[in-house]
């Protein structure tokens, strides 16, 4: 269930061809299998996976194999590039421009758009705007109740009509904006199955009274195949402005924003990451690509990593992260710094490599471990710390007796230790040096 | 209308598209690797995942083979039973031998927990069972309101707290109205949560310890609601909760939504847990139970 992340397969496939020089068509072929199924198993539609990997046997056969990259790194470069362009350059602006300026909300029952409403407002209002919230779901028990909740936790106003059909208290919201100085309406409709004409229709008569400047539709990024049928089929009908991707917290690879993003043309501009109502932000497509391919972010990791720690200390961070001078003291840092960006679940998400311990690890426990961790490194010497390869048996019992633990641990620590240090290693000689704090992807510049 | 016509109306485009679509793939083709490549992306399109797809392409492969078809028609059949055969046997949700019959809900954001729940409620209701409901997703605004609504149209009576306060305590006060009441059947809601969240899915292992403590057995079924619009990260889910809360049985909702239905294969086929209702439908007769072998012949009625 837990799979291997692409970068490993690839490296598994490659592992006979320590050739350089081009890319063969061979070669090419076998990787291009390993990226089909990464894609399918992200829920790419297998439409667009189809179209992708002729784009990327194109581009590759014949290219040249970087330097500092191995044939299965310059396969993925060429992927992830790729798949970045696919989903779009930067994240447009909403379209605020007129008053009152209209934001529609669509999409499944359960997609998020309630959720999605409250935090558009929030953040709108952060802007110094005065946005009003108008439920339109009159067919959801309490969905009503639930906006108001939602409106309250944010602090905007939300205005409902019992007892009355959408397009009347759209109508009616309307006015009642002009009245009292609102000047965004954000429009939360009832969720549907795509199939349903008459609520279909609902929608079309909505945006007809509303002319929203922005049409959103909300889609959940665990979806399969079907998100493509679905997208298409509200934007053949709406003509949407733009995709707001949800429950990006879980573990979903989100193939469907690579597949909407495809089919419908339509640019995703938001990514919402969980429940509470600060939790949405603006989608980037390179990000996306990662999480698609199960490779981990080391870019996200650093913008966390950022607000916890100066940005000095952060490249000093990834500076050693990726070096050969990486010890036991850096080790013990790196767990501070961690500890201050979050919980770790979170944290292993983004880390490439460590993607799949997660949901294998008890996290819990994993928790534990680090202090354990950490009361083992607290008791050695300085030297030891920088220089771990002195750590003799005899070190060991004395370590191990000054941190209440049994010596296998110390052992134990000391062999995930050199672990980890090769794991940083062979990201470290391919990232991207130079760039700063902001590394991008393991393997590329 | 009979619960078979229900079911082939409610998968109906899951039939269109994917049966159509095989049928015109074999029909009146010599077997060659295009065609099973085609039946691959077929089977793939309707998020039966590549695991699985792969295996049933295998087995139709060497079935073809030793069977010495070479028509894409007689494929069908074949096709068929593999898929059948992936599924397993009908196994149903079934009253507990001991009263109250517990039945705790769980699963991810959104995917029509309490709209089950409501469903379910009013079928007992219906068959005359005192039924209890408790809203224990005490997280999401109004989501005990909406319980309430459910409860109010099935007659069931329903134990609430106040937005925010602990879920497990819900969950006792309900059992012991369930048991001071005598009640028949008592159905827990719960939060939505990302099987990802280990603190909620602590939270929901408590729930399901203060259910066990207060009653032997219960909670005698745990429904993982699954939303048949999922694609691969179901199986994710399904295995974490499993681990989590010992679920022993898949409601797989909107199925009547989608074009696809195919994720009850994968589920059934790397988790062994089988489906026991599908939702096919918003209406309280929505809720059917799922019978594999009629699941497989909807699909591929014509
Ligand atoms: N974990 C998580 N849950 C979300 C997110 N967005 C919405 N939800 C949850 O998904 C469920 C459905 O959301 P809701 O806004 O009611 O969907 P609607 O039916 O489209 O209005 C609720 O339980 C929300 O709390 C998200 O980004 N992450
Ligand atoms: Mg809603």
Redesign the interface.
């Known amino acids: 269930m837990i799979f291997e992340n692409l970068a490993e397969k690839l490296q598994n496939t490659f592992t006979n061809l320590k050739r350089r020089g081009k890319l063969t068509e061979k070669d090419v072929e076998l990787a291009l299998k390993e990226v089909r199924l990464a894609l399918l198993e992200a829920d790419v539609n297998y439409k667009v996976v189809k179209t992708f990997t002729e784009k990327v046997r194109t581009r590759a056969v014949g290219e040249e194999v970087l330097k500092s990259l191995t044939p299965a790194q310059q396969v993925i470069k060429i992927v992830y590039d790729e798949l970045t362009a696919l989903m779009g350059g930067s994240t447009a602006q909403l379209d605020l421009s007129h008053s009152p300026s209209v934001i529609m909300l669509v999409g499944l029952q359960g997609a998020g758009k309630t959720t999605t409403a409250g935090k558009l407002a929030k953040s709108i209002k952060e802007k110094g705007r005065k946005p009003l919230l108008v439920a339109c779901d009159i067919y959801r028990p309490a969905a009503i109740k639930q906006l108001q909740v939602v409106g309250s936790q944010v602090g905007v106003e939300v205005f409902s009509l019992e007892g009355q059909k959408p397009t009347t208290i759209a109508q009616a919201a309307y006015k009642y904006s002009n009245q009292n100085g609102f000047d965004v309406l954000i429009i939360d409709t009832a969720g549907r199955l795509h199939i349903d004409d008459e609520l279909m229709q609902e929608l079309v008569d909505l945006k007809k009274i509303l002319s929203p400047q922005e049409l959103f539709f909300v889609a959940d990024a665990m979806t399969g195949q079907d998100a493509v049928n679905v997208a298409d089929s509200f934007n053949q009908r709406l003509d949407i402005t733009g995709v707001i991707l949800t429950k990006l917290d879980g573990d979903a690879r989100g193939g469907a924003a690579l597949s909407i993003r495809e089919v419908v043309g339509k640019p995703i501009k938001y990514a919402s990451f969980g429940e509470k109502l600060d939790s949405l932000e603006p989608f980037h497509p390179d990000r996306m690509a990662s999480r698609i391919l199960g490779m981990g972010d080391l870019g996200t990791i650093l913008e966390k990593a950022q607000q916890a720690i100066d940005e000095k200390e952060a490249a000093k961070l990834v500076q050693k992260l990726t070096t050969d001078d990486f010890n036991l003291e850096d080790f013990y840092d790196q767990m501070q710094q961690m500890k201050k960006m979050g919980p770790l679940n979170q944290l292993l998400e983004m880390v490439p490599g460590m993607n799949k311990l997660k949901g294998q690890a008890d996290l819990g426990a994993a928790e534990k471990e680090m202090q354990q961790i950490e009361a083992i490194i607290n008791s050695m010497t300085q030297k030891e710390r920088r220089q771990p390869d002195i750590i003799d048996a005899s070190r060991k019992r004395r370590i191990a007796c000054g941190s209440g633990v049994k010596v296998q641990d110390v052992n134990k620590l000391l062999k995930q230790f050199s672990e980890t240090k090769k794991l940083m290693k062979q990201f470290g000689g391919l990232s991207g040096k130079g760039k700063g704090n902001r590394i991008r992807m393991p393997f590329f510049k | 209308m009979g619960f078979f016509d229900k079911l082939v109306n409610g998968l109906n485009?899951t039939r269109n598209q994917l049966v159509k679509q095989i049928q015109s793939v074999l029909k009146g083709k010599s077997l060659s690797p295009e065609l099973f490549e085609e039946l691959e992306?077929i089977l793939?399109?309707?998020?039966i995942g590549?695991g699985s797809t792969m295996e049933i392409i295998e087995n139709l492969k060497l079935r073809c083979a030793k069977e010495k078809i070479t028509s894409g028609d007689e494929v069908e059949e074949i096709l068929k039973d593999e898929m059948a055969k992936l599924l397993g046997e009908k196994e149903q949700l079934k009253p507990a031998p001991t009263t109250p019959w517990v039945i705790m809900v769980v699963g991810?954001?959104?995917?029509?927990k309490t709209t089950t729940i409501?469903k379910l409620a009013a079928k007992f209701g219906e068959e005359g069972k005192k039924v209890i409901l408790a809203a224990g997703d005490t997280?999401?605004?109004?989501?005990a309101?909406?319980l309430?609504?459910?409860a109010k149209r099935s007659k069931a009576q329903l134990i609430r707290h106040e937005?925010g306060s602990d879920p497990a305590a819900v969950a006792y006060d309900a059992v012991q109205a369930a048991k001071n009441r005598k009640a028949d059947i008592l159905i827990i809601d719960t939060a939505g949560r990302?099987?990802?969240?280990?603190n909620l899915m602590?939270e929901l292992k408590k729930i399901r310890r203060v259910i066990s403590r207060e009653i032997e057995n219960a909670p005698q079924d745990v429904l993982l609601v699954l939303?048949a619009?999922?694609?691969?990260?179901?199986?994710?889910?399904a295995?974490?909760f499993k681990e989590a809360t010992e679920v022993n049985g898949i409601v797989l909702t909107?199925l009547?939504?989608?074009?696809?239905g195919g994720?009850v294969i994968a589920i059934k086929k790397?988790l062994s847990l089988p489906v026991k209702l599908i939702g096919v439908g918003e209406g309280i007769e929505d809720l059917q139970e799922f019978d594999p072998k009629d699941f497989v012949n909807a699909l591929f009625s014509k």
């Open positions: 485009k992306e793939i399109s309707a998020d590549v991810v954001n959104g995917v029509g409501g997280f999401r605004a109004a989501a309101e909406q309430e609504i459910w937005e990302l099987h990802t969240k280990t602590e939303d619009t999922t694609g691969q990260n179901g199986l994710n889910q295995k974490v909107k009547d939504g989608t074009s696809k994720i790397e």
